[in-house]
Structures are given as structure tokens and as C-alpha cells.
């Protein structure tokens, strides 16, 4: 279902430029499949019959112009949790961040239509300070080719050597959506050089959790709809006391008298022998 090898160089270009990405990774036979699975989700028809954690977007209840998002689909949708949850995933990310496993903190299902609008620059890691230790690596999967015209992601090369910076601004449909990155840049002397990835349909793109990044309009006629991997180390835990960033939503799973994550609600991917 998904075929991928890191080998030495590719690690050291990910080390450099705080992303990776691979032409190939979901079997090509698997992708109508999942686009077939978008549109109902965004209607509320869940296979499993569990909603989803976040959802900003309901058809026919919400303006057509904005990229819609749905975050841990995987409960409600049997394929797109083979996709997300899988095992090589893990792998991929653990060998990239250089942990010894990895688990889930949470998946995106994104569907950008034509005229869809931007998504804010960030840094993802910035919006788990719930989760010690605040780390995060983002595995990106378009189901759609990806260009500048459908409003690709962006990254600003090698920002994975900067600090992390708390988020701020509006993440869906911002006015600007690089204001709060060149803010950042000018405030702390950075230069930025920023790439618009071009990934076909069924490839990958990794991301460090510190690496600044956003999406800009999908101007072109075509549907941009990614399935997207949010990874943590498969030891991390709740933070003691933090509940900011996205921890409003996501400490109501955490358990009595323990740390942990559970297994039911944050999967591990894969762990090393
Ligand atoms: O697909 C996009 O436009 C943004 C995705 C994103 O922010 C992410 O995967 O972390």
C-alpha cells in the first residue's frame, strides 16, 4: 500500500533543508479510492460512525472558498487509517528524526478547491506544547498533483534551525498569509528563501515540526486534496500542566493518574527491535 526506503543522503537532505520528498510512496491504485472518500466525510457520513476531533467545513453550510479540514479522520474512515496509521509512516519518520518509533498525535484530511484560500505559515511543532517532548515530524501525502497553481505547500528552506516561535494569527483563509512569518524573520534577522513543492499525486513530502511553512490559493481548475500524518516519538507524553495550542481539543484523551498516551486515541506507528 506504501513503498518507501530512506537511504543515507536522503536523510542528509532532510537534515539540511527540514523536508524530503519522495515522487512515489502510496500505491497508485489505492488514490480514486481515497478522493472517493473526501466528500462524503466533509457531509458528515462517517463508515465507522465516530465524527472526527475537528472539522471547519460542512457541505452546504460553509462558503466554498476556503480549504477545508478535517483532523483525525482516521476514526471515522477505515482506508484513510491504513493510509495515516501505517506502519512505514513510522518508520520513515522515526529514521528521519532519529527516534526509535513513532506514533500518531493527529491526521488532516485537506481538500482545497479551486479558489480554496491560503493556510498560514507555521511551524507545527508550535501548536503541541501539550505533548512533552514538543516535537513533531509531518508527513504530507497529495492525492492530487501538486504545483504553485493549486496552491502547493511551501517551505522555507532549512527554518528547522530556528527557534520555536508560539502561534499566532488566523490559520484558515488569512488575509496574509505569510504576515506572521516575515514578522518573524524580520524581528529575528533571518533571511528567507522560501520553495513551492511540486509533488504528483500519490507522492510525499516530509516535514520537520520546526520547519516554517504555509499554502497559498488554488488558482487553477483542478481539486488539491492531501492526507497529512502529524508524528511525535512513540515515548512522548502528555505534558503535566500545558494546554494550549491544540490541547484544548486533545487532553480531554488523556487518562487518569497517568501521562501517557493512550494507544486507542494516539496509535504507535512503528517501534525498532
Ligand atoms: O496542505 C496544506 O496546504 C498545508 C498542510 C500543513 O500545514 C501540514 O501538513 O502541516
Redesign the pocket.
Known amino acids: 500500500m506504501i513503498n518507501a526506503s530512506l537511504n543515507s543522503n536522503l536523510l542528509e537532505e532532510f537534515n539540511q533543508n527540514g523536508f524530503l520528498i519522495l515522487d512515489e510512496f502510496i500505491d497508485l491504485q489505492y488514490l480514486d479510492k481515497l478522493k472517493d472518500r473526501i466528500e462524503p466525510l466533509f457531509k458528515g457520513e462517517f463508515e465507522t460512525g465516530i465524527e472526527p476531533d475537528e472539522w471547519n467545513w460542512k457541505s452546504g453550510r460553509d462558503s466554498n472558498d476556503v480549504?477545508r479540514q478535517i483532523c483525525n479522520a482516521w476514526k471515522s474512515d477505515n482506508l484513510i487509517k491504513k493510509i495515516v496509521c501505517n506502519s512505514i509512516i513510522g518508520e520513515c519518520v522515526s529514521k528521519l528524526m532519529g527516534w526509535k518509533g513513532a506514533r500518531l498525535l493527529q491526521d488532516?484530511v485537506?481538500w482545497?478547491p479551486p479558489l480554496g484560500r491560503?493556510?498560514l505559515f507555521?511551524q507545527?511543532a508550535s501548536y503541541d506544547d501539550w505533548v512533552t517532548p514538543q516535537t513533531m515530524v509531518?508527513?504530507?501525502m497529495?492525492l492530487d498533483d501538486?504545483s504553485i497553481e493549486t496552491?502547493?505547500?511551501e517551505y522555507v528552506v532549512g527554518s528547522h534551525k530556528w527557534d520555536l516561535c508560539p502561534p499566532s494569527g488566523t490559520f484558515h483563509a488569512p488575509d496574509d498569509y505569510k504576515k506572521e512569518l516575515k514578522m518573524y524573520a524580520k524581528n529575528n534577522n533571518k533571511i528567507l528563501d522560501i520553495v513551492e513543492i511540486k509533488v504528483p499525486a500519490g507522492g510525499v513530502s516530509f516535514?520537520h515540526g520546526l520547519t516554517w511553512?504555509?499554502?497559498g490559493t488554488n488558482k487553477s481548475p483542478y481539486h488539491?486534496r492531501?492526507l497529512?500524518a502529524?508524528c511525535v516519538p512513540h515515548d512522548a507524553k502528555f505534558h503535566p500542566t500545558n494546554c494550549g495550542g491544540t490541547g484544548r481539543i486533545y487532553r480531554k484523551y488523556k487518562m487518569n493518574d497517568t501521562d501517557e498516551l493512550n494507544e486507542s486515541f494516539f496509535p504507535i506507528l512503528w517501534k525498532d527491535k
Do not use: I, M, Y
Request: charged share 10%; aromatic share 4%.
Open positions: 480549504t488532516n485537506l482545497k491560503s493556510l507555521h507545527d509531518t508527513c504530507w497529495p501538486s496552491g502547493t505547500l516535514h511553512h504555509g499554502s488539491r492531501a497529512v502529524h
